[in-house]
């Protein structure tokens, strides 16, 4: 070999070296690379009171008005589910802040629920299969870190809404052909005009990682910050009644200690915005299940210990906001409570008590319990004064608001009606 | 100043060797490396049905066909010189990436056709290049499942063969290493009264579906950790040319088929309170730490320091060289 030869071969590794360095740069950096950093150029205008701390935006999500839009319009496209029968607004409707609606006859609804007995409603997905879990509300999720009941995983809403369309145990939407459906989507004219505006810069918009994109947007944009609570906080001081006023007295205090779980500007112990350096993150037990006295809950429904293992994290879900929660019946993570009253029994008597059947079991006595789930007395009146509370937690406004309504025209496959849409009867916001 | 000059002189030639030594022993060859499905004897068919399966005494039992998927990747040849060669896959844009490749067998047809997300494609082979090195190859070594590094990217965006929906395991926010389902008439016995949320298995499904569980972190921006891996390192003696086979039926030699599905999903799902997985997991060459008490911590059953579970460890059995 020549000594020229040699030396090409010796650059050749030398700036193979350089691109070895580099690529391990970049790696690192990658590492450090965190996309919840602020956006400080992104124009989109968050729609809250001056003194809530804005939500963070994503370097690889920078929220748009359309992307909302577009978001939207997927919300409610049925279209997103392998047969075609439901959307994710089919177990999470409006009038409900986006839980579920037993009242509407839409498939999800599940009133013969056979495996739990202490369940009273789980939704079902688009096969007819059972979910283990109560449909959260949507509300305010542009301020959580973590997302659903309990998956400590779950950091945004894209990453989330891969469960729901693609999941199988259960099957929720089982769009198993996504690019087959992306093909459909893409010769529907109100997408033509939808996906190209949000994502301008994209030669082929039409594919799934911005169709979790655009919801991910939607579902920050979707706000509720006018509840009577929360115009009394900014000085309305008529806007809750007397009874509310003693029911919050209640909540703060450190005899029912609700607000160390149900704290901060959304109600839960989760909480993330551009002024905190760490979000808050923490699930908890509250005593629902104590199996055979082990602690355990239902196999198949035991919190974030599903994901992580830890036999410490049994039965620790996210204490869910308290915002709308008039609205959004029944309760809990298996919807085992029917309505708030039995949600103050259960934490008057520091656990729930189940006498007989396969989960029988002394709640109060969990060894995970978290330790301000202790119990309580109240008299008829500050029961009354409690729920006052709870109830002037309802934001109408919200859950009336044209903007996070169904966008597809009246007659569409997507909206065959406006059943259902609106607040009616004795729903708290009906007219 | 003349000692520098030697020294440099002496570090020339240093070079000199250094690159003549290199280039000597560097042959790529390209290696298509085939692997195939079976169960016992039969090759894996959707259009066929197997009898004789599981543990079941006096025969076991019949099984239909669902799925046969996994994943394959750090592929490395070895020789008699004890020298590793790794194998660099194709970047074929659909079956190979990076390091990993995705094996399909089933067509989605006969009762292929019932799994989720069936595809026609399939791929029978692993392709790449590997250099030369000294001595003969005489084993091949690879790994079930998709590496840490990719298994919590970015699902929606990710490259083929990473986006494929039934193969996605969403809420550990990672992949299904494998997924090897299949029916049977004797598993088809009625509500498992044991698992909330789950309808009658009247169908006699039973899901194999591989993935690491034990998970913590943030599955948003790739830094999720999950300590139970479930990707077993198969060695197997090997010359180039011969098939690498992947038996159903030795997979499942352990587990009995007639006996009602216990405690979590139909079949086998990974999760240590899974008492389906306990065979077939060790049949895969993987420690299973089954604990349906919930009282050992993940990172001790990662470590095997566990007492009072069953804890077993065994060669694997369903891959094997033909």
């Given at each position: 070999m020549s000594l020229r030869t040699c030396y090409t071969a010796y650059k050749i590794k030398r700036s193979l070296l350089f691109f070895l360095w580099l690529a391990l740069f970049t790696v690192l950096s990658c590492e450090n690379?965190?996309?919840?950093?602020?956006?400080?150029?992104?124009?989109?205008?968050?729609?809250?009171?001056?003194?809530i701390p804005l939500p963070r935006e994503f370097a690889d999500n920078p929220m748009s008005q359309r992307k909302v839009e577009l978001g939207r319009y997927l919300f409610y496209?049925?279209?997103?589910s392998g047969n075609q029968t439901?959307?994710?607004?089919?177990?999470?409707h409006q009038r409900r802040a986006f839980a579920d609606d037993?009242?509407?006859?839409?498939?999800?609804?599940?009133?013969?629920?056979?495996?739990?007995?202490?369940?009273i409603l789980v939704p079902l997905g688009a096969t007819g299969e059972a979910h283990p879990r109560n449909s959260m509300a949507l509300v305010?999720?542009?301020?959580?870190p973590v997302l659903t009941?309990?998956?400590?995983?779950?950091?945004?809403l894209r990453t989330q809404a891969l469960v729901p369309i693609?999941?199988?145990?259960?099957?929720?939407?089982?769009?198993?052909?996504p690019d087959e459906r992306l093909q459909e989507l893409s010769a529907d004219p109100v997408y033509q005009e939808l996906f190209p505006a949000a994502?301008?810069?994209?030669?082929?918009?039409?594919r799934m990682t911005n169709v979790v994109n655009a919801l991910e947007a939607f579902q920050r944009a979707?706000?509720?910050?006018?509840s009577p609570y929360d115009r009394q906080q900014r000085g309305?001081?008529?806007?809750?009644s007397e009874s509310a006023k003693r029911g919050e007295e209640l909540f703060f205090?450190?005899?029912?200690?609700?607000?160390?779980?149900?704290?901060?500007i959304n109600f839960t112990l989760m909480e993330d915005h551009r002024n905190l350096s760490v979000p808050s993150i923490d699930f908890t037990n509250n005593g629902l299940y104590n199996i055979g006295g082990t602690g355990a809950y239902p196999p198949g429904n035991t919190g974030i210990h599903e994901v992580?293992?830890?036999?410490?994290?049994?039965?620790?879900f996210k204490a869910p906001?308290?915002?709308?929660?008039?609205?959004?019946?029944?309760?809990?993570h298996d919807g085992s409570a029917i309505d708030l009253d039995s949600v103050i029994d259960h934490y008057a008597a520091g656990g729930r008590t189940i006498t007989?059947?396969?989960?029988?079991?002394?709640?109060?006595?969990?060894?995970?319990?978290?330790?301000?789930?202790?119990g309580f007395t109240l008299t008829a009146q500050e029961r009354a004064d409690l729920i006052a509370f709870l109830k002037s937690l309802t934001d109408c406004d919200y859950v009336t608001s044209?903007?996070?309504?169904?966008?597809?025209?009246?007659?569409?496959f997507n909206r065959?009606?406006?059943?259902?849409e609106l607040p009616e009867g004795s729903h708290p916001c009906a007219p | 100043m003349k000692q520098i000059t030697k020294l440099l002189l002496g570090l020339t030639a240093l070079s000199l060797s250094y690159c003549a030594h290199d280039e000597e022993v560097s042959e790529t060859r390209d290696i298509t490396i085939p692997f195939a499905a079976k169960v016992g004897s039969e090759t894996f068919d959707c259009n066929a049905s197997y009898t004789?399966?599981?543990?079941?005494?006096?025969g076991g039992s019949p099984i239909a066909p669902r799925d046969f998927r996994f994943y394959v990747h750090n592929v490395e040849l070895l020789t008699d010189k004890n020298e590793t060669l790794k194998v660099e896959l194709?970047?074929?844009?659909?079956?190979?990436y990076q390091n990993v490749a995705l094996l399909d067998?089933?067509?989605?047809?006969?009762?292929?056709?019932?799994?989720?997300?069936?595809?026609?494609a399939t791929n029978t082979v692993v392709q790449g290049s590997y250099k030369t090195k000294q001595g003969k190859i005489n084993r091949i070594r690879f790994t079930v499942g998709v590496p840490d590094n990719l298994n919590h990217n970015d699902r929606a965006a990710a490259p083929d063969p990473l986006n494929i929906a039934a193969l996605?395991?969403?809420?550990?926010?990672?992949?299904?290493?494998a997924r090897l389902d299949f029916t049977s008439t004797h598993f088809a016995?009625?509500?498992?009264?044991?698992?909330?949320g789950q309808t009658a298995n009247t169908s006699g499904t039973f899901n194999i579906h591989l993935g690491a569980t034990s998970c913590t972190g943030d599955g948003a921006s790739g830094t999720a950790n999950c300590v139970v891996k479930n990707r077993p390192t198969i060695t197997l003696n090997y010359t180039v040319g011969q098939t690498i086979v992947a038996d159903l039926k030795n997979l499942l030699?352990?587990?009995?088929?007639s006996v009602k599905d216990k405690?979590?999903?139909?079949?086998?799902?990974?999760?240590?309170?899974?008492?389906?997985?306990k065979g077939i997991f060790n049949n895969l060459g993987l420690d299973f730490h089954f604990d349906p008490n919930n009282t050992v911590p993940a990172p001790e059953r990662k470590r095997g320091l566990t007492s009072g579970t069953e804890y077993a460890t065994s060669g694997q059995t369903f891959f094997r060289v033909e």
């Open positions: 690379y965190d996309p919840r950093i602020v956006v400080e150029s992104s124009s989109y205008h968050w729609d809250i009171p001056p003194h496209d049925k279209r997103l439901f959307a994710c607004a089919t177990c999470h037993p009242d509407i006859d839409d498939g999800s609804s599940n009133n013969t629920y056979l495996g739990n007995p202490q369940a305010n999720l542009a301020w959580q009941w309990g998956n400590p995983l779950m950091r945004r693609f999941g199988e145990n259960p099957i929720e939407l089982g769009l198993f052909y994502f301008p810069y994209d030669r082929n918009p039409f979707m706000i509720s910050f006018n309305d001081v008529t806007a809750i205090n450190e005899d029912l200690e609700c607000f160390h779980c149900h704290g901060g992580t293992n830890n036999p410490n994290d049994m039965g620790r906001t308290l915002r709308n929660i008039e609205l959004t019946a029944p309760y809990m007989s059947g396969p989960y029988a079991g002394n709640g109060s006595a969990s060894p995970f319990k978290n330790s301000f789930v202790k044209e903007k996070f309504r169904n966008p597809w025209p009246v007659g569409h065959p009606s406006t059943i259902g | 004789g399966i599981g543990a079941k005494s006096g194709i970047q074929d844009g659909q079956w190979q067998f089933e067509n989605g047809s006969g009762t292929c056709a019932a799994t989720i997300g069936p595809t026609p996605h395991w969403n809420w550990t926010t990672g992949y299904k290493h016995n009625g509500l498992d009264e044991e698992f909330t030699a352990t587990t009995d088929l405690n979590g999903p139909k079949g086998c799902m990974s999760a240590l309170t899974d008492p389906e997985c």
